[in-house]
């Protein structure tokens, strides 16, 4: 009898863990198809706002949101009077060039050029107003040259991007280059060097005799040694004026003892 109790007993308990193991696979299941109708939901409403009966706020929010993009500046740049049609440095001297089709010539025409072919012809045409023979290539005038064109580039570049440190670097020791050239032709051929700066358009103005860099605790140093020099002053006045009288009395008296012996009145 307590064997059949007992397994009574067994069969209720293994029947309530069943019923409750649905229970909650139904409520799993219910949880799940409600995520998904949320899901459907939010996608829909996201659907809405994107097309043009969108609720202000969305249209706000999406406005706000936008990436501002700047206008670029419209800066001119020293290659634009290159012609597009002029060939490119290595293909000018080719006789068979003029006998090829037009997509092939525009092809090797800097339209169709980077920016480096621009730059070697840009050099060239620079070269050739100061070099002084048709096989100078090292000069003073020639180096000068080159490097007027590539500062010219790197002021451009930094136009656009004004944060490339590297370029504003390279720019600053190619003008000290420049700048020493042109102190050396303007110490030794000046003519030389009026000639350079007139057809390179460039305007030098020469380094001062002694050049220090300016900071903060240069000009505190230096207004405190002036007024330092200025309070020794001060102090000093009074022996500065004793000593001056005493100059003075006794350039009298040399002046009279002077008189006395020629005889004549003073």
């Given at each position: ?39 459907r939901g939010a996608l829909t409403a996201l659907r809405v706002g994107r097309g043009a009966a969108c609720s202000p706020f969305i249209q706000t929010a ?32 080719v006789p068979i060039v003029n006998s090829v089709d037009d997509v092939v010539k525009r092809l090797l025409s800097l339209e169709m050029a980077s920016q ?151």
């Amino acid at each position: 009898m307590r064997s059949a109790i007992a397994r009574q007993h067994r069969l209720d308990q293994d029947g309530g863990a069943q019923r409750r193991g649905a229970v909650s696979r139904e409520a799993m299941l219910a949880l799940g198809r409600g995520l998904a109708g949320a899901a459907r939901g939010a996608l829909t409403a996201l659907r809405v706002g994107r097309g043009a009966a969108c609720s202000p706020f969305i249209q706000t929010a999406r406005c706000y949101a936008r990436p501002v993009r700047r206008k670029l500046k419209d800066i001119p740049s020293h290659l634009d009077d290159l012609p597009p049609t002029m060939l490119k440095k290595d293909y000018a001297n080719v006789p068979i060039v003029n006998s090829v089709d037009d997509v092939v010539k525009r092809l090797l025409s800097l339209e169709m050029a980077s920016q480096r072919e621009k730059m070697k012809i840009k050099i060239q045409q620079l070269v050739e107003k100061v070099r002084r023979s048709p096989s100078d290539n090292g000069s003073f005038e020639v180096q000068t040259a080159i490097l007027t064109a590539k500062i010219r580039t790197f002021e451009e570049h930094l136009q656009r991007h004004p944060k490339d440190k590297n370029n504003r670097r390279r720019m600053l020791m190619a003008m000290d280059r420049r700048n020493k050239l042109l102190a050396y032709l303007r110490r030794v051929r000046y003519d030389v060097f009026e000639n350079t700066c007139k057809q390179l358009n460039i305007q030098y103005t020469p380094r001062p005799a002694y050049f220090r860099r300016v900071t903060k605790r240069w000009v505190v140093k230096k207004a405190f040694c002036v007024k330092v020099f200025q309070e020794a002053r001060k102090l000093k006045a009074e022996e500065r004026l004793k000593e001056r009288r005493k100059w003075q009395e006794r350039a009298r008296a040399a002046k009279e003892k002077q008189a006395q012996s020629e005889g004549t009145p003073v």
